[in-house]
């Protein structure tokens, strides 16, 4: 992953450069640095690991008058997170200095051949092969060097390089990874996201793979992978970095959380209307619907999470096969695809490697792809034959909350639309869903309510020895993305596993010191979820249960946390809600990191 973010201009680089990190930490926390080109060509780089407020304290070491910069935060891939593999990378001179985000799949054999030619590394990381290599082919002109060594490279990369011997230019490549120019007055920019430099201008290119972008502060130009040169393409953006505040909230996710019932609300806005579903974005795929065979979701994470139901209620009303696959297995072993199978490719970033890989194995066999993408210009949003996005507003938090409930409603709405425009939902139908739709709002207010029960129990639990997250049908989905919230935000043990499966294994981890975490909804197979809680319980494991829409919830539960009634595939995601409190009062309790867990990223640009 890791966030890259570039400026050639009068500003104060080493400032403007470190803004522009702040907004791009979701992509990586575990080290950060900033290189600065003074006009009479000195590089000067500092960099240290840990979260930025290590790097904040160390910017006043870097000079005030530099004419250009680079600056990355990491999510480390090859070597650790410490100063030494920290981004910007220089060679032995001094005389470069290169941010990366990707990785460079070849770098051992690279690194093997550089280092025989005499090149010292510094560094163990993947990305300090790329030094070396543009060191050994500079001729005088940078983009000439990038060029040559472009062609020597397997993997994924968005890099931005400076050399000393040619003051104020920053050259930028990307492939598979993201990466924009943006277009200022007598300034320029390069940053993996819009958000980096939206407070500068708005006016954005979006690199296509393979292109190579040339910057200074006069101006910038923009060429294809043979060396040609191509016409900038503006486009006007709003990405806004406004959004990002706390707040009255301790924390992103609590703020975010509690957005729900609005964020779900402008999931629905014109999109259910009238007594039905219909969603305008899905006219541009309006002549594949007929002759669909088959629907693909793909997506990684709670993203995979959020597709479940849908997909089960795809399966249900067109009666073809329908199925979720996780993005990284899809992508490599994907099922029979052709022009009559729909993929639907869900992601909040737009940028997840996996999620772009698939969809680019779909639009290779000719598949029609529908996109459900929260983050509005993201390189998802430009792959697909129709996109829907979530509305969901800018998450921070690196758990994703409000745009996994999005994600599962706008997923479900497609499914409608799409069911009702093949002639599988009657009218009739499309008006109950919609009636219950149009109170999700409604009933994620009352979940948020009913979740702060999930304070006292999570003190109670705190300490137990792992957890077991279960339901049957729809629910499962939630048990799983339940479990996932726990792991990522506690660092506690915590698997989803379908009920009727507990007893073929994984009951043997039951007892007093491990929890089950059931996801209780009105829906057939509750009588056989009931049965399987009580064997839980028979071996004296708590059952702390999210219930909708049944009585009685104490025979079969210690705790119990009750949401609205509701059909199954609504109920379940509502019932998502008081799992994310559960999860982020338990990262309390642990004293984590709840916006920045160890480890992770928000956007996960690498395979
Ligand atoms: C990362 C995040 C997860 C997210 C997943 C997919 O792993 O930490 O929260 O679910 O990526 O992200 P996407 O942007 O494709 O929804």
Redesign the pocket.
Known sequence: MCGIVGYAGPQRASELLFAGLRTLEYRGYDSAGVATAAANGSISIQKRAGKLDNLQMALPLLPTDAIAGIAHTRWATHGEASDANAHPHSDESGGIALVHNGIIENFSELKRELEAAGHHFSSTTDTEVLVHLIESAYQGDLRAAIFAVLPRLRGQWAIAVMHKDEPGRIVAARKEAPLVIGIGDGEQFVASDPIAIAAHTRRIVFLRDGEVADLTKSGAQLFAADGSEVPLRIEEVTTSASTNEKGEYTHFMQKEMAEQPQSLRAAMLGRVTDGTVRIEELDAISANIAGIRSIEFV???????ASLAAAALAERLFGIPARSSVASEFRYDPPALGPTTLVIA???????AD?LGAVRAARNASAPVIAIV??EGSTLTRSADAVVLLRAGVEVS???TK??TS?ALTALLIVLDLARRAGHLSASDAAGWSKELLEIPEMASSALTASEGMRAIAARFYGSEGFMFTSRGEGFATALEGA?KLK?LSYLHAEGIPAGEMKHGPISLLGPKHPVVAVVLNSHTLQKLVSNLMEARARLSPVIAVVSGVDEAGEFADETIMIPAARPEIAALIASIPLQRFAYEMALCAGASVDQPKN?????TVE
């Open positions: 997506a990684c994470g709670s993203a995979y999470n869900i992601s909040q970033s737009g940028e997840t999620t929260n983050s690196v758990a994703a745009s996994f994600q996932l990522e992770l990223a928000k956007s996960v």
